[in-house]
């Protein structure tokens, strides 16, 4: 829905664009108005509308002046300048202020509709290329690639809290069926992944508490699948969040604890203790035995029996080896590895260890075999080199992955392990390194088309990838400008 603010100091003027926005069935708008700049800015700052459209001649403060005004408070939306004079100066105004479009009284009704239907449909594009950006942080190890600010965040996620949930896709329920489902019980549902896996967030309100929400997909999806898991709560509004691929790994994991037939009040707890191996998501953080070890020790001393505990890092390091696409195993033989990783071992913290070194050892980096080292080593090279080769394709940590014939969570840590770089950052490290090269040796060439030369789909996102990564503009870039 495209949000638009009007601002003019005309009460019939104001009426009039309102109504003519509001009348037309092209497509869905939101609208709000304001008499005067200062009443705009605010409306700016709180509401964060996709374009103002702004009357140049108002009191105190003009639209113009209200303009450089907001683009000084960090505002990034779109602006239409209204006018009943042709004058040459208001027009340079405008080009300098990056206004969008400069329209003469009376309004052109065609031309205004044309033109907010095309922002539109640039919204849907950028909206889709920002929770693309989401998709990555939340189901894969990518942590530094660029990402939506917190105000487009909040623009795409305006709920207060969300959980990730992941369902298997077996049986006749589709993701699409499932989505219409849960779309008709909360506020927002959003389909991220459709594969073996359907993983989609909910909109859950903060007063629901865990049980009436588990209560909730139960009764929902109790003839489609017996298996589904949750996340904890995921806030997009609060910058302290960190967005991050450790809430589908905590429903995959609590997926995992159903197939074990480990009670739902178990399940509660273990969100409640709030103690999950960083380990799996950020393999630096726990890179060594001895690290692992004192979790597990503070781990096996929070839960009431250490059977939990057990519970908990078996599903955990079972989710840790998964992917969105991947098949999980079925109940059956998940029961049995559980039942053969309590009876190897004592229940206490070092019993949990060896059992965890005993059936995980592989995913463990201090315990891997050297000639392993050496192949990997030679496979993120492969990587790079493949990265390098096709930077221009439409590349994604699968892909690369499934070249090199390597799980794409394990890919990611040896890739950043080796290199200092994360996947994402390395791409788009080459992709804008090869457009500097083409700005410098074919100068008339326009951005645009550079953008999609160097393998980005929209010049919008280009931009956006570019300032984050250089601190400027192309075009500044261009000019030489530091």
């Given at each position: 829905m495209l949000k638009v603010l009007i601002v003019d100091d005309e009460y019939m003027v104001l009426k009039g664009l309102e109504a003519m926005v509001n009348a037309q069935q092209l497509f869905p708008v939101q609208i709000r108005t304001a008499m005067d700049a200062e009443d705009a800015l605010s409306k700016i700052e709180k509401w964060v509308p996709d374009v103002v459209i702004a009357d140049v001649n108002m009191p105190e403060i003009g639209g113009l002046e209200m303009i450089e005004l907001a683009r000084e408070r960090g505002s990034r939306c779109r602006f239409i300048i209204c006018t009943g004079y042709d004058e040459v100066d208001y027009l340079h105004r405008a080009i300098r202020q990056q206004v969008a479009e400069y329209l003469l009284k009376p309004i052109d009704r065609d031309l205004l509709l044309r033109k907010l239907q095309e922002f539109e449909r640039q919204k849907q594009i950028e909206n889709g290329e920002m929770l693309s950006l989401v998709k990555t942080r939340l189901l894969f190890r990518q942590s530094d690639s660029p990402f939506p600010s917190p105000e487009e965040l909040c623009a795409l996620f305006p709920e207060r809290e969300y959980r990730l949930v992941v369902i298997p896709n077996e049986g006749d329920a589709t993701p699409e069926t499932l989505q219409s489902l849960f779309t008709q019980l909360f506020p927002q549902t959003v389909l991220l992944h459709r594969s073996r896996n359907s993983v989609l967030l909910l909109a859950c309100p903060p007063a629901l508490p865990l049980p009436a929400f588990r209560g909730i997909l139960r009764s929902v999806l109790q003839e489609k699948t017996s298996r589904w898991g949750c996340s904890s709560p995921l806030r997009f509004s609060e910058t302290e969040t960190v967005i991050d691929c450790r809430f589908f790994y905590e429903a995959i994991a609590d997926l995992i604890l159903s197939a074990l037939s480990v009670p739902e009040k178990a399940h509660e707890e273990i969100q409640r203790v709030n103690l999950r191996p960083v380990w799996l998501w950020n393999p630096d953080a726990y890179s060594s035995c001895s690290d692992l070890f004192s979790f597990l020790q503070r781990l096996t001393n929070a839960f009431p029996c250490p059977q939990m505990a057990f519970a908990q890092m078996f599903a955990d390091f079972s989710a840790g080896i998964c992917y969105p696409s991947s098949s999980l195993p079925e109940s059956s033989v998940l029961a049995e590895r559980f039942r053969l990783f309590c009876a190897s071992e004592s229940p206490d913290a070092q019993g949990l260890y060896r059992a965890l070194v005993r059936r995980f050892g592989r995913e463990i980096p201090e315990i891997q075999e050297k000639e392993q080292r050496k192949d990997n080593t030679d496979k993120i090279d492969r990587a790079a080199d493949y990265i390098r080769r096709h930077y221009s394709e439409d590349l994604s940590l699968d892909s690369v992955a499934e070249y090199v014939s390597l799980h794409p969570s394990y890919l990611s840590y040896l890739f950043k392990k080796k290199t200092g770089d994360s996947f994402l950052h390395f791409l788009?490290?080459?992709?804008?390194?090869?457009?500097?090269?083409?700005?410098?040796?074919?100068?008339?060439?326009?951005?645009?088309?550079?953008?999609?030369?160097?393998g980005y789909r929209t010049s919008t996102y280009f931009y956006k990838a570019f300032r984050q990564h250089f601190g400027k503009s192309p075009r500044d870039w261009q000019k030489g400008k530091s």
């Open positions: 788009h490290t080459v992709r804008l390194q090869e457009a500097c090269r083409l700005m410098r040796e074919k100068p008339d060439l326009p951005l645009e088309r550079i953008s999609e030369l160097v």
